[in-house]
């Protein structure tokens, strides 16, 4: 027993001697601001580092494309919100280079270190650029991207004339005294009407004024091929999906012969209503194929409408040169910036420790270590108290609200992407924890009446309770959702698809708790001296949920004002996208793989910041009226 207390003193005096080194005044400074400082650019470069040096090597190569803007000059107006006609000629033109990737069994299209920018300058004129990991790549990148862009503007132009002259055969299959013998142009066109294997946003109507072939000027005449041309591709992109769809109903990716898995559909479709349904879509779309291709075919056999972008038209190709060196990467300028905002962090962090005690503050929060371990082990156990399954339901919970929603968005609402339970669960588990902190958070101190009237403790102990809570309950339920990642994968494409970006993760989960102590405590504060917050949160928190990608993919929106504003003033939007990144990838439809990332640097710091103004702000918040919670509660 004098043993045990003889260690105990010796213990007490090392920490004190500890202390007082710590708390030694060195250039101005004190030990442990020193420190703190070291850890904050140590943190910085953490975060920063490892995305920096993952940049990959790429190269630039620029082609442009030139049309007449007195011709296609319709194409800048607006055809929908925000949209006009040549943001849907660029859309169009980016999906079927990426459709003409998968075709070839390149998937890298969309990375940012293989992709197309498609940048408008003045009217009439457009830089494409290739952006690869050789100069090669990115030349041939750049020059197949406009190709495919001024095959889309004339497209554009072409559909117009070819309304006009699917109206003029309606007009003639209206009168009586219509033409006897049709030319083998008239006879496409009828069955192009008859299969409806050109549908337009507005349907053809009778068209008085003869419109034939013969009368059509050269340019017309290829812009009318370029729109078959398009439609092609379209109904050749449908064919694809409806393809996988029916594989992945009827189990016949794995048949070889053409023969056999056709047959294998027919008998899959003779019992499954959707199979059923798929194949007579897919059949109708082949049929409309194949009534273009004969479109084609006539007009580049006998009008030579055959497609060359760089020849001097109405819409051209400026073909792109060979890039001669990559883009640089700024290394040493990144990591520079990165050690300049840990700085600013340090000193903002000594600043503030010296107007308001932190140090002091910290240090007598660390001596109620035990409560706060005490508290948090008594709300897990509150928690699962009576249930036969206990730790099991942060294993179950989030895998049956994933279940809901992969069936809702699987079958009654199709939302096409892939590996949705991964695309899922990965966003959900980090929203549940936010909304788990900050519904207990804003009740943390109300809640706990009782000990804050009997017990002296620090008041700040119960919202970091309630956060350590939620993130325990988050970090054990991270197993399940691994779980699923890798069950998905061997289903969907027979191998596990990790990728290093998973080791991010701690990153994400420090700025997100950081966010979630701020919150809790500015919430906590503000519900003791206003109920109507613990009233109010419930609300907000289901807005807060739709107003988060959580069920959907920012991107399906664009990159608009809307979408950056929701990006800047809500820091959980980019979090989750962030985890996405980092585990899932980008979203893409089915058929595709997608691919982890690291998120952006600009993005990870911008939230950083965020997660930090919030918690000196709820902190600040909390210290002013933290002494008034015995009166109120």
Known sequence: MASMVEKGVSLRRRLRTHISLLNRSLAGLRLYQWLWLLLCVIGALVVVTPRVLAQ???????????????????????????????????ADAQEAVRQAALARGDVRYGRPDYRVDMLPQAPGQLFVRGV????????????????????????????????????????????????????????????????????????????????TLADLPREELLDLTRALEVRYDLW???????????????SSSGLSSTATREAALVNCAATDARAA??????????????????????????????????????????VAATPTAPEPRYIPHLIALATLVGLT?????????????????????????????????RDLRARYKGSALGYLWTQLAPLGMMLVYVLVFSLLLPSGLAMFPVFIIVAL???????????????????????????????????????????????????????VMAVVQLLTIGRLNGSWTFAYLPVLIIIQTLFLVGMALLLGSAAV??????????????????????????????????????????????LIEFYREILYGNAVPVGMIPTPALPALSSVLRVGVTAGVVLVIGYWVFQRVSRRFGEEI
């Not at 050749?236 to 009827?250: S, V």
């Not at 082949?286 to 006998?302: D, E, K």
């Not at 970091?464 to 988050?474: A, K, M």
Request: proline share 6%; glycine share 6%; aromatic share 10%.
């Open 236 to 250: 050749r992109f449908a064919i694809n999906t409806r393809n996988a769809t029916l594989d992945a109903l009827c």
């Open 429 to 483: 588990l980090p929203w549940n924890y936010t909304a788990e902190a900050i519904m207990g958070g804003t009740r943390s101190i109300i809640d706990n009446a009782a000990l804050i009237k009997k017990v002296y403790f620090p008041r700040e102990v119960l919202p970091l309770v309630t956060v350590g809570s939620s993130l325990l309950n988050f970090l054990l339920s991270l197993p399940v959702m691994f779980l």
């Open 529 to 574: 001296f206003f109920r109507d917050v613990v009233h109010l949160i419930g609300i907000v928190m289901n807005i807060w949920f739709f107003l988060t990608p959580v069920i959907y993919p920012l991107g399906v929106f664009g990159d608009g004002l809307a979408v950056r504003i929701v990006r800047w003033l809500n820091p959980m939007a980019s």
């Open 132 to 211: 690869a990991p050789s100069p090669a790549e990115a030349q041939a990148l750049a020059n197949r991207a406009a190709e495919e862009l001024v095959r889309q503007i004339r497209a554009a132009g072409g559909r117009e004339i070819l309304r006009n002259m699917l109206g003029w055969e309606l007009w003639l299959a209206l009168e009586p005294q219509g033409r006897v013998a049709p030319t083998p142009f008239d006879t496409l066109l009828r069955e192009i009407i008859r299969t409806q294997a050109f549908p337009m946003s507005r349907e053809p109507e009778p068209f008085a004024d003869e419109r």
């Open 56 to 90: 990959p090597v790429i190269y630039y190569a620029t082609a442009e494309v030139r049309f007449a803007v007195e011709r296609y000059g319709a194409i800048y107006e607006l055809v929908a919100p925000e949209r006009s006609g040549l943001d849907i000629a660029v």
């Open 345 to 377: 962090l340090g000193f903002t962090g000594v600043a503030l420790d010296r107007s308001v005690g932190l140090t002091a503050k910290a240090r007598e929060i660390w001596a109620y270590r035990e409560l706060i371990r005490n508290l948090i082990l």
């Open 277 to 318: 349904s798929e194949l007579a879509e897919r059949d109708r779309a082949i049929t409309r194929q194949r009534v273009i291709t004969a479109t084609l075919n006539y007009l580049v056999a006998n009008h030579a409408a055959g497609f060359d972008p760089d020849a001097p038209s109405a819409a051209q190709r400026i």
